[in-house]
Each structure stands twice: as C-alpha cells, then as structure tokens.
C-alpha cells in the first residue's frame, strides 16, 4: 500500500520546479479551506474524497489516480502541481505519447484510504474498464486538467470500505458532475453501496445518483436529476416520484450534486450549477415508507459509475466527490459549492483563442462566397452550419465555439471537443460531422482527428480527416460531411469543394 503511494516517476522529473511552486501553493492554499477541510471543521469528517481534477485537502499533496498505458502496460501514478492545488495533468500527457492510457485507481485524499479500483463483475453486469484517461478535458483553476468520462460497462468501486456508514450510520456526499454526458440506463451512482456487488434489498445503497433514468413515474421534465439511489429505486422523494414539478432537472455543463441522509428517518437531495450561484434542495423529508429504508441498512462499499449491482448501462462524467461521516450542516454544504464554484470548471481556456494550438478555443467560418457569416456549430447532436452574429444568443455562440484538443488519434494533428458540452467532440460517422462524448474506442479517437493544412482555395485551413486522408471537413447544404473533392456522394461534388473545405480559425463567439 505504502510503496503504491510514493511520489511517482512522474513527478521526478519536474521535482526542482514542483518544490519551488511548492511554497507558494501551500501559502495560497493555507487561506483556502477546499471541501474536507470544509467539512472537516464542520466535524463531519471526509471518509472518502476522489478527484481527478484537484486535491480536495489545503494539505494534500499525494497521487490523485493513476494511470495504465496499452503501449506497455506500464502504471504511473498523476499527482499535484502543488500541495491543495490541482493535477498535474501535463505528466499524463507525457506518460501517454504516441498511446492510449486508462485511469485504473482513483486515489482516496482521505486518511481511510477507500481507493476505487475498476470494478469487477457484479450480479446486474459484466467486468468494467476504466475510463479512457483523456476523454474529458477541462479546464480547472486556470489548469489543464482531466474529468472522468464514463461510457457503458466502465465503473468503479472499494468493496468495502473504512469508516464509511454502516446500518444506519449518518453520512453525507456530492460529486461534481456534468448535465450534459447523461443516459436513462442504471445506474450513474456515486456513494455507499454493497459489499456484494449484488442487490441486497431496500436501504442497502446510499448514493447520488444523476441521470435521465425516470425509475417512479412521473418525472418532471427531461432531467438530468439528482436522486436517491437508495437500492431498488432511484428517489426524488420519500414517496419516489419528485414532490416538487418545478424541478425538471439540471442540463449545466458542471453540476453539483448532493446526497445526505441520517440513516433513520431523514435524507435530502440539492443540486447547483457548479460554475455559479448556490444549492437548491430537491427534497428533504422522511425515508421512503417501504420496508427496508428506515432505518438505512448500508454497507459501506463505495461505488462510482454503476448501480450497486453493476448495473452498467449508464455514461457520465466526474470531477471529484467525497462522503462524510455523519450528517453534513447546510453552511458545510454551501461553503463546499461556494469552494467548488472557485474552482471555475470550464472556465476560459488558458491559450488566446482564434489559434490551432491545443487549449485554444476557436470558432471555425466558412469562406465559401455564399456563406462566409456561417460557422461550424453543434445542433441536436449534429455538426452544421449556422449564420452567428455579436447578436446571436448565447446558446448559439457555445454551439459554435471548439477548444482545441490534441489530435485524439494524433497529436500533431487536432480534435475539438465542444465549448458547452464538455468531453463531447466533433467526430464524423457515415461521413457526417457529429458531437458525440469520447469513448476511449480506437474507431472514435481516428474519426475525431483532423489534421490541418493550408485552405485548398488559398484562404485558411483545410482540415484532412485522419483516417480518410483524402476527405477533408466539408459544408454542403449547411450540413457538414467529411468530402472528398469528385468522390460518389452529393456532398463530394466538385463544384466549390475548394471553398467548402476552407475555414477561417477565428476567435471563439463564446471564450
Ligand atoms: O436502486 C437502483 C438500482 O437497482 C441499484 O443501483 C441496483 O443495485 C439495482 O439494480
Ligand atoms: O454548404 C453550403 C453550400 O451547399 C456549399 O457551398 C455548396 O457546395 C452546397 O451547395
């Protein structure tokens, strides 16, 4: 255990640099009280606290997750550009060159250790993997960092685990998570679950859950919501359904959402923007009144990305969570999400924007005479274009703005991941230009991959698909393709494909 946590290789490297940035990290992190030390003081103390992103201790200074590459098979550990600051997410870059790496541990901040590995089979699914390690690029403090992007059958878990709440036991939690990477499967869970992996009955699971999956009708809405998963149920209110119509779910880009319960006869749900503002409470009240709930009967086993029984249908994303021991006050609870709001999820990229280099966002314009108002922009899921203007709505200046990623294929070449869907990517499929979250497959990452090259009719960047070298990002009707120039499809056609597959890289509509 203790070797698995030693300084890694990784940060050997930059040891000199690191002690510097050192001193001045623990002086600003000594004025910043980060989640547990907030509920810490509060004396519900962090028995779990996992984060790919950022320590969540002022005076954490250890591995955040490590890292499993499929070149080698070698494991590596990222750890903190300072203690109490963030990762250090440019050392899995570099452990990850001309690969691909999984994240196989998310390390436990907490002195309990409850570390969460891939988990294995469970009575509802099979074996999961581990997410691909550079599929949620985010930004963090001003950092270049990683979320955890979850597809199907990828979870994690700590079987069972220290100090977690047990048979009733009061215990609180909230993750940091994203509105917009949601499914209706079972079951995006993040707490206290069986040790089995199986379901064991009413009251067997304590977790947040956050996902579209509507399990007592009706629900308000489209969701994505914050529930109970509380085993055999996923609850917006002791009698199931939300007691509450208003609440039709929260569709931000960064969520908080919260869980806590008292064991016997009292639970709650809040959730919040994460980037801005406060906690709303969804429910709080009386255990549900079927047998089994009151009191709570957990067992302490910590899952992340499935149901308490491996159920692994579900897709997410995670930031960083953590679990109590005992009932968190609401001030804990709302100087946590007024820390989490510090942090600036997604906040402005740290490169000036209108430029190819990764970090930079952009918004791509047409040069095509007819069309040269028009950008790439993401609608209903779908790559086209659209007239944006200083006058457009918000909304339509998001869909229109790409940070520039590494090329997920390549990284001399260029992936863009959306502005206001976080981990999503353009990738085309059937020839057609998509937005669709990365999934770690070999298939996704080729079709993702763009590699720019002057504009074929003299003007900006063409943009060749990686792995069709002789198609190149194409408007066609306003729809976007990858096009060969005289290849068999109407969007091939070679009038105007010089035009069509020129884009000027412009500053980003939305920074
Ligand atoms: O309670 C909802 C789900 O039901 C649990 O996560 C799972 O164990 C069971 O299938
Ligand atoms: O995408 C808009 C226009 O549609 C293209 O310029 C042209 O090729 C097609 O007619």
Redesign the pocket.
Known sequence: MFARRTASLLAGGTLALAATVLNAGQAAAAATSLPCDIYGAAGTACVAAHSTTRALYSSYNGPLYQLKRASDGAVANVGLLAAGGYANAAAQDSFCTGTTCVITVIYDQSPRHNDLFVEPAGA?GPANSGVPADALPVTAGGHAVYGASFSGRMGYRHTSAAGVAVNGQAEGMYMVTSGTHVNNR??F?YGNAEVSIA?TGNGH?DAINFGTECWFSPCAGQGPWVQA?L????FQSDAGPSKNSAYTGNAAPFVTALLKNNGQNFFATKDGNAQSGGLATRYAGPEPAQPGYSPMQQEGSIVLGT???N?NGSIGSFFEGVMTSGLPTDAADNAVQANVVSVGYGGPSPVAGGTLNPGSTISLRATTACCTTRYIRHQFDDAVTSVVSSGSSALDKNDASWIVRRGLANPSCVSFESRNYPGDFLRHYNYRLLRRPMDGSAAFRADATFCPQAGKNGQGTSFASFNYPDRFLRHYDNTVYIASNGGPDTFDATASWADDVSWAVNAPWAP
């Open positions: 509802a079972c079951c869970d379901d699971m998963d085993e055999n149920g996923l149901g308490g029984d159920s």
